[in-house]
């Protein structure tokens, strides 16, 4: 980093552009595009296996059991990813959690993997797929991929914001810090609103998780050439 008295607005916000940046990297990581990857080549083999001649799988009833065998495959492609990829988790402790019950009496692994999904269990996810009439090559990674991936990607955005963002001063840096963000960058972070004081710490790290989506990568406080 360069001295003080030359980089006085990055000095000021290193905090929350270097928190940005690390986000940003959550979502290009070998990680999380290999679990996208998983479910989409999950969703791709079940399209091609039970297509008809317009290239489609047209599902007749809403929530019927085409619904739900396409539902928990994804899923559970998901979920096993998450366990060896994320959690390195073995097989034997994959298979010793499905067959154990929550105090609850729930199944450990269902409930355990719907935490890294930010609460979506098998059945959430049945929930937002038996509606759909229809799976094409098109609509695989916005409605299918996206939802899986994405649900925990943010589950690794709210555990990094959560270790950062803890107080009404790394509330209010963040605001300013997102403020001159998007005074420097009013295309790209134009759907972004950022309220000159947010009224909660959720309120700040949904609005930090959310720029990083839009954030040019190129970007710094200090550099006017990056300003867009």
């Known amino acids: 980093m360069a001295e003080k008295n030359k980089t006085p607005v990055y000095d000021k916000h290193k905090k929350y552009h270097d928190l940005v940046g690390k986000l940003q990297d959550l979502g290009d990581d070998e990680h999380h595009t290999g679990l996208a990857s998983h479910v989409h080549h999950a969703a791709s083999e079940y399209l091609h296996k039970n297509k008809s001649i ?3 799988v047209n599902w007749t009833e809403k929530g019927d059991k085409a619904h739900r065998e396409f539902s928990d495959k994804l899923w559970d492609t998901a979920a096993d990813r998450i366990a ?30 719907s935490h890294y999904l930010g609460g979506m269990g098998k059945d959430d996810f049945f929930e937002r797929v038996k509606n759909e009439n229809e799976l094409t090559i098109e609509n695989i990674l ?5 939802t899986l991936a994405g649900r925990h990607l943010q589950y690794r955005h709210t555990s990094l914001l959560k270790k950062e963002i803890k107080d009404p001063a790394d509330m209010d840096g963040a605001a300013a810090y997102l403020g001159d963000a998007r005074k420097h960058n009013s295309k790209s972070l134009k759907p972004l609103k950022v309220p000159k004081k947010f009224k909660s710490i959720e309120e700040a790290m949904n609005s930090l998780s959310t720029a990083s989506q839009y954030i040019p990568r190129s970007y710094h406080p200090d550099k006017k050439d990056t300003y867009h």
């Not at 609850?104 to 409930?111: H, Q, R």
Request: aromatic fraction near 8%; proline fraction near 3%.
């Open 54 to 56: 317009d290239g489609k």
């Open 84 to 113: 060896k990829n994320y959690l390195k988790l073995s097989d034997q402790q994959v298979q010793d959690l499905k067959k154990t019950k929550t105090p609850e009496g729930e199944n450990a692994w269902e409930n355990m993997i």
């Open 142 to 146: 916005k409605t299918y991929v996206n």
